[in-house]
């Protein structure tokens, strides 16, 4: 799912914004010119592998994050934003320089799983319902209607049969 917004950004992009590094230093530190990097941003050029491998080293990522299958950059989903947020506070907790902030990055980390499984269940529900077939909506909307009824009795026995027997 693409994120909400008017104008979508790349990975790339959003890892410059969140190391708080300007695109023009990004461009200095793995030698490419800012024309270069506007043109991988607007998708006109792929990106070379050995570019590539310079940036994932400068941002210290797996350089697949940043491609998709044909070596353009990729698109911001909200799943990316997530994960990219979750790698940066790794690396800010592998740092370890101060107490009170690495504190605040394991809470953080924490909130941030829990959105990702959240994400990852609405993207599951927008996957089967997407197809518009009708009666997979109504039966997503009638576990739904359940669960906001509070009705998990009846659910959990769909769920798991072989109990009711025993």
Do not use: H
Not at 86 to 98: A, M, P, S
């Amino acid at each position: 799912m693409k994120m909400s917004s008017q104008e979508s950004i790349t990975v790339l992009q959003y890892l410059a914004l969140i190391n708080q590094v300007s695109y023009v230093s990004v461009c200095r530190a793995v030698g490419i010119t800012p024309q270069q990097f506007s043109d991988w941003v607007k998708k006109r050029r792929p990106v070379p592998k050995e570019r590539l491998q310079s940036l994932a080293e400068y941002f210290e990522i797996e350089a697949d994050l940043l491609i998709d299958e044909k070596n353009n950059l990729q698109e911001l989903t909200q799943e990316k934003k997530i994960d990219i947020q979750i790698l940066f506070l790794n690396q800010k907790l592998d740092k370890g320089e101060n107490e009170f902030e690495m504190e605040e990055y394991r809470e953080k980390l924490v909130l941030l799983q829990t959105e990702k499984e959240k994400y990852i269940l609405i993207s599951r529900f927008d996957a089967i319902i997407s197809p518009n077939k009708e009666q997979t909506r109504r039966i997503c909307e009638a576990f739904l209607d359940q669960m906001e009824n509070g009705n998990y009795v009846l659910l959990e026995q769909l769920l798991n049969p072989k109990e009711e027997n025993t």
